[in-house]
């Protein structure tokens, strides 16, 4: 096998045929050259492109650091929390005040129907949020009205009040003191969209434009999208760090890990997203170019506790384990992965290293269904995750090994898939029994891991797969927030996931690497320990003479 001179013109005379809302006729695709065009071969397509209505990490990728920015951000490469929108910020004593200082001169993009009057200002931040938070709020049930990410975390409870102190000023008051605050409002759900824009379309009786037709403060202007096919990003000359390096960026959407790597191997891509263990492994041969970060990340298999018999605590135990995920980490991860004993990484300070591992047993786990009533065995679904993420390479495959452990104790396993979008939204209604998924940390607090997926604010917004809604777990996990002193959240902590491991309402499976693939003349990209993607700073070397090193 063998990398020929990388060449975008095949993508580009593709690329060119295709037509869409936001362009004029034939727009000005001739204008896209080689050496100012970022092609980024990604895994899926969005769910939305306001990150506020999603907790997919492929909507994230396309939206939050594209479009949008946040209040604050992370030093690249680091979760150390940075100015980003607001250039600084007080703390009152109690912890229940947070006064931003919002920097100056902050332009919106604008699109057909929009030119902004004016930059940034606090009444933009306070439309953001409260959209979210108010029911009563006029854009808080366009385009469905769930919030998953900011319902989970319990933020419809925590914020009290946004005031307006000045254009340049905003104050959120809090009903209690939440030490990962400043994190949560680093991570997509954040970004800030323009209350200007909302003001226009409600006018032109158009409100659900603002989340398919975005305007955000980011380095790129959403120019066009094709379902299923291609994001076209334009870079936004007058943002407040300044043009990004490239002007034109592509997702050239391609769900098919072994399609993606063939177009990065024929040079169509600059970037691939999500490579398989075996493209790690021939990149490696051949000395290409990898970006890995270690996975602050977990894979798992959630039971649906409301739906018998996933509300039989022996059950769920029994079919955890029933699992061999030696073989799993052996043939989906190839190895390049470490079996999860919490949900929360082993690089987290508050990671429990005393909690044990669930042990492969199919004839403990026949003992404990016994126990349980059901020596006949049962009936399940798993729902497989139908594109590919880094903490789960191939969720079929990894249901398909599932099913033959499942048969080995009596319980036969049905496989079911859907479409991206369409299997979330039927996650998020608990029509599943099980479902295989994962979660990619937004920030770095460990109250990423658990106040999104497993507490009863979760159950409630849809975000928590296992449906598992646990007083005591919920109490431990809210005073580890609002507790100050490190050394106190730890054993909140702690504490929480011996509780977790003894509930069992997901096996947890894996934490794996983060990756991309990029080709030889790319430099300045950076991946975040959370995951994020960002390409403003993503700049080519040697333009005039593009070439890459071969693949025996």
Known sequence: MSIQTPSKSLFLALFSGFLCWSCQPQDDLDSLQQDSLLVYCSEGSPDSFNPQLVSSGTSYDATAHTIYNQLVTYTPGTTDIAPSLAESWQISDDGTRYRFKLRDNVRFHGNEVFTPTRPLNADDIIFSFNRQR???????????????YFYSQGLDQLILDINKVSDSEVEFVLSRPESPFLAILATPFASILSAEYADVLQVMEKPEWIDSRPIGTGPFRLKRYEPDSHI?????AAHFKGSPKVTDLVYSITPDAAM??????AGECDIMSNPLPVHLRIARQNKLTILEVPGFNVAYWAF??????????KVRQALSM???????????YDRQAQIATSPIPPSSWAYNKQVSRVRYNSQQAKQL??????????????????????????ARKMAE???????????????ISYEWGTFLARVGQGLHHSVLLGWNADNGDPSNFLNPLLSCASARSGNNYAKWCHPEFDQLILKASQSSDVDKRKEYYLQA????KQEAPWLTIAHANKSLLSQPDVSGLVISPVGNIEFDNVTFTNTDDKSAEGMD
Request: aromatic share 14%; glycine share 6%; no cysteine.
């Open 134 to 148: 108010l029911d009563d709020h006029p854009y808080h049930s366009i385009s469905g009205g769930r919030y998953p």
């Open 232 to 236: 076209r990003y334009e870079a936004f």
């Open 260 to 265: 993606r790597f063939a177009r990065f191997s």
């Open 304 to 313: 649906n506790v409301e739906k018998p018999p996933f509300h039989d605590v």
């Open 322 to 332: 029933a699992i061999n995920r030696e073989a799993i980490l052996k043939a989906v």
């Open 369 to 394: 269904l016994a126990e349980a009533g059901y020596e006949n065995g049962f009936t399940i679904d798993i729902w497989a995750m139908p594109i590919q993420r880094a903490y789960n390479p191939n």
């Open 401 to 415: 090994m599932m099913q033959q452990d499942l048969e080995k104790i009596g319980v036969k396993a049905r496989i």
């Open 497 to 500: 996931q011996t509780l977790f």
